[in-house]
């Protein structure tokens, strides 16, 4: 599965963001997916999951109630809706297939399919 994000930027702390990620293939609508992110120096790390139908999300505490994870399978389209943005948030953002999730976060295995990234900046 190819996966190709988009919609990252440069935005003022406060601002908001909305990150798409369309898959290739319609297998996408049988999986978990999600985002996860990667600042300079740091580890990649969990952000936002979301179940094959929809009707189970995940996120990572730190941003809990600033985002939103939906999905559209209709569309083979994943979206994270970021509001409320700090600088802490700037990093590349990954949209990643074929997670396994459980009510602390989403990971990946040797089954996952990845994104190239999109950047997200985020001024102060």
């Known amino acids: 599965v190819q996966l190709v994000e988009s919609g990252g930027g440069l935005v003022q702390a406060g601002g908001s963001l909305r990150l798409s990620c369309v898959a290739s293939e319609r297998t996408f609508r049988s999986y978990a997916v999600g985002w996860f992110r990667q600042a300079p120096g740091k580890e990649r790390e969990f952000v936002a999951g979301i179940s094959w139908n929809g009707g189970s999300t995940f996120y990572q505490d730190s941003v809990k109630g600033r985002f939103t994870i939906s999905r559209d399978n209709a569309k083979n389209t994943v979206y994270l809706q970021m509001n409320s943005l700090k600088p802490e948030d700037a990093a590349v953002y990954y949209c990643?297939?074929?997670?396994?999730?459980?009510?602390?976060?989403?990971?990946?295995?040797?089954?996952?399919?990845w994104g190239q990234g999109t950047q997200v900046t985020v001024s102060s």
């Open positions: 990643a297939t074929d997670l396994n999730c459980l009510p602390h976060g989403c990971y990946g295995s040797t089954r996952t399919s």
